[in-house]
């Protein structure tokens, strides 16, 4: 197993930057300095994150996101 983060990495199963190995390693994102659970994606190098927003859901059943600009710190929380 690789000991780094990809630059971006989602939780969708369709997209083409999800990764089961790494996301089962309990991945944890720190956005402007605060931990936040409801990430779907994250890209480091381009700085954002695209958070659910509510329970609410899209026409094809897949949650509404927000995208948001800022440092995007993505770490293995087994690690610290």
């Known amino acids: ?5 990809p ?3 989602s939780t969708d199963p369709d997209s083409p930057f999800y990764d089961a190995d790494i996301l089962a390693r309990n991945v944890g ?3 402007k ?3 936040k659970t409801n990430v779907d994606e994250y890209c ?3 700085g954002w994150v695209r958070l659910a927003v509510g329970a609410s859901k899209d026409r ?3 949650p509404l996101t ?3 600009q ?3 710190e993505p770490y293995f929380r087994d690690e610290g």
């Open 1 to 5: 197993m690789t000991e780094t983060l």
């Open 7 to 9: 630059d971006r990495l």
């Open 29 to 31: 994102v720190r956005f």
């Open 33 to 35: 300095g605060e931990d």
């Open 44 to 46: 480091v190098s381009e």
């Open 60 to 62: 094809r059943g897949k």
């Open 66 to 68: 927000i995208k948001l």
């Open 70 to 72: 800022g440092p995007v």
